[in-house]
């Protein structure tokens, strides 16, 4: 008895020495971490030329309504002076606990085709003040260039891919995705599991608008059932594949073409989509932030035909205004689909395959119900709110990380 006793003691000796060490952290977390952290965020500006930076700026509200100090710089994209990186870097001796890299090859730098070729000054420098500084680096991967499957570049492609990323993978400290694919991606690449976290990439919480009324305000046929590819136009995205589609659905179906285009190549594409597109593909252009409310009200379908995406916030912005989505069976939608049963998916580039899937989709009502249905569980686990918070936990396991 007097063993068990003894046991007992010492097992209550240890628990209150656990928490003797815990409360002080969750206390400290609660009061003195999540109201006093300071967060210094690189991101393009959130003026809607650029998806991350919107995304950013939905990101950045909800940390500060977590009590976070969040400062902003904007990166401006595709600079060429090698400088301009160094400058922005040394943004951080304002003072912050985090610098968090909202990631994209292109935002670090231009030469000639090649984009990203500054990314080894940007991080270098960024990795020494954080020695002087003594900060964490947080990077938020909203793209994957694969260093042995090379995306651009040539026959120097994997060369230069490898480099660039081992300057990303090397000197942040967390890396967050948004998807199992880009973390299972990032693994392959040498980066340790427990430098990789997991997040919801978040979507505001949708404007439900009158359905007929929105159709009339873009200057469409209320009566008429309107597929819609939203975003930023270029080939990657397929949108010729649903332009060819559209030859043999119903006339009662219009193609709504919602965004504008941001390179010389994009533009190219464009004049082709538009060299080939029927009477009944409307292309709206560039969407400013006030009218995405009412395009996505108007859309009945939204069709995501990309050839490739390692993540999508137009599914986001879909599935929060529980609109019926179709996309192509590429791995990332491929996640989300089995994860929520919220989303269609067809053969990637197959014409016919799309054409059937709109059909079965369109003809099926109470398909339609249970897609909008879905939807709701993942707008419930993936706001801007939870992306947060999950951030913010983030944050937090980087400070406590001995790197």
Known sequence: MRRQSTRREEKGQKTARSLETTKPMQKESQNGKKMNMRIHMFSTRPDGRCGIGVYTKYLKDEERRLGLDVKSTFVEPKKRNPLYYVKIAAEVTKGCDIAHVQFEYPFFGKLGPVTGIYIPIFYTSLRLLSRVLCFKIVTTMHAMWRSRNPQRFGKLGSVYTNIVNRFVFKFSDCLITFSEVVRNMLISEGVPKC?????????????????????????????????????????????????????????????????????????????????????????????????????????????????????????????????????SNLPYFKEIGEKYSCILLFESQNTTSLVDVIKRLLNNKELQNRLRTSCERFQNENSFQRAAEKTHATYLSCLERQV
């Not at 108007?298 to 986001?316: C, E, F, H, K, Q």
Request: charged share 25%; with cysteine; proline share 5%.
């Open 195 to 327: 430098k990789i976290y997991l997040t919801p990439h978040g979507s505001d919480a949708p404007i439900f608008m009158n359905k007929k009324e929105c159709k009339k305000r873009i200057g469409l046929d209320p009566n008429k059932t309107v597929l819609t590819i939203f975003g930023f136009v270029k080939r990657s995205k397929g949108h010729d594949l649903l332009v060819k589609a559209s030859e043999y659905l119903d006339k009662d179906i219009v193609i709504l073409i919602a965004g504008g285009v941001r390179s010389d190549e994009d533009k190219v594409y464009l004049e082709n989509l538009k060299s080939i597109a029927g009477d009944r593909t409307v292309f709206y252009g560039f969407v400013k932030d006030e009218n995405i409310p009412v395009i996505l009200n108007a859309t009945d379908v939204m069709v995501l035909p990309n050839r490739t995406t390692t993540i999508s916030g137009v599914l986001n912005w879909s599935l929060a205004y529980r609109l019926p989505t179709i996309a």
